[in-house]
């Protein structure tokens, strides 16, 4: 059985940029799972995997569709308990939740400041449309408005990866050793970033940076793959 | 064989108000181990366990010798695995380290600016003045400009707890049902705050509030009774 993730593209078919689908696609690569990518635009969501979607990543495995990235790995480990853990233990699986809130709050929070019109600028002209219509609204004012690359918003960003940045400064991963779901929760953002922008989010001697540059290797090198 | 905890007092020798104690404290808890507190003022400390020490807690299990909150919990976990699980797997102690981190460059570091000069005051006579040197060099200027108990003040500080509250909108404890070594990390500042201080940290229907309180009645109690 090939499990389908329905993974939100750019004007381009190829260019894959949400944080969210970025997480599970890491993590069916770490369970070894057959899936297949859906490249899916936004204003193609309403009408996947039978309809009333309003997010994505969304799956199809056989029967089961899945939504939200975080309740997908739970899924997942659940129900490909024989194949290599995400969570390694409850106690991963429970505190993942927090990472999964943390990364939204604090990771996703800062980089949509700094990249939201460079994401509308890799859009389809119909997503487009959506895009600068919803956001605009969400925020109260364009795009434009919103993104600031100054260099104080940017250290502002890279202060507020200090937790971030003490748990890796002695490990290669948030997982120790090896990567774990919440590597993959927090890679999706910065890939994200990273697929729709040329912005140098951070310094290259920052353990943040290095880490990232690790997560990129994974999996013979798919997410960096995944920018020509 | 009992395990010795130094364990930060005030002028009271039962006021015992240090975040990172407290940790350790509800750690040996969960762990159902025999041990006892040594109540240590800070200037003590550099004559606790043989000399040499610089911040508690210090725990003195045996020969063993094991200072840091953190590295604390990994060695009880490690020593006495037929004990209940601090971290339920290898993945919660993992993602510990970032919980640790978090609690400091978030939670503590929003904290110290409210409570600071609250802190000063239930110290013995040494302490104060050790506390007031070593502090506000740091801070370079005096305790009582760092602390600052405005509406602004608290309600950015709770703004900084997003992560948490969504974690725990749901669920009991960031253990999920039951409270794990995470917990106790965060719980220990919210303990620091509430041993040392009457400011209302929290608004009583945050969902971090209910936490706490729920936090508060574990172990019979202890976090409780710990302050008239």
Not at 27 to 44: C, I, Q, R, W
Not at 129 to 137: G, H, T
Not at 170 to 193: E, M, N, R, T
């Amino acid at each position: 059985m090939t499990i389908q993730l329905y993974d939100l593209c750019g004007a381009s078919k190829d260019l894959r940029f949400s944080p969210a689908c970025w997480r599970t696609r890491m993590a069916l690569e770490h369970k070894g799972l057959n899936y297949e990518t859906v490249p899916t635009m936004f204003t193609d969501i309403p009408s996947i995997a039978g309809g009333g979607q309003r997010t994505v990543p969304v799956i199809e495995d056989g029967e089961q569709i899945v939504r939200e990235s975080y309740d997908i790995a739970v899924y997942l480990e659940r129900t490909y308990p024989d194949k290599p853990s995400l969570f390694d233990g409850e106690g991963g699986l429970q505190l993942s939740r927090f990472m999964h809130w943390w990364t939204g709050a604090t990771v996703d929070a800062g980089i949509v400041k700094l990249v939201l019109a460079d994401i509308h600028s890799i859009l389809d002209q119909a997503d487009q449309s959506y895009f600068r219509e919803s956001r605009e609204k969400r925020f109260g004012k364009a795009l434009e408005e919103v993104q600031n690359q100054s260099d104080e918003t940017l250290q502002a960003f890279r202060a507020s990866l200090l937790p971030l940045r003490l748990a890796l400064k002695k490990h290669d991963f948030l997982g120790g050793d090896a990567p774990i779901y919440a590597d993959y929760c927090v890679f999706g953002s910065f890939q994200w970033a990273r697929m729709v922008s040329d912005l140098t989010l951070l310094e290259g001697d920052d353990p943040v940076a290095q880490w990232f540059e690790r997560c990129l290797d994974l999996f013979d090198g798919l997410g960096r793959k995944a920018k020509g």
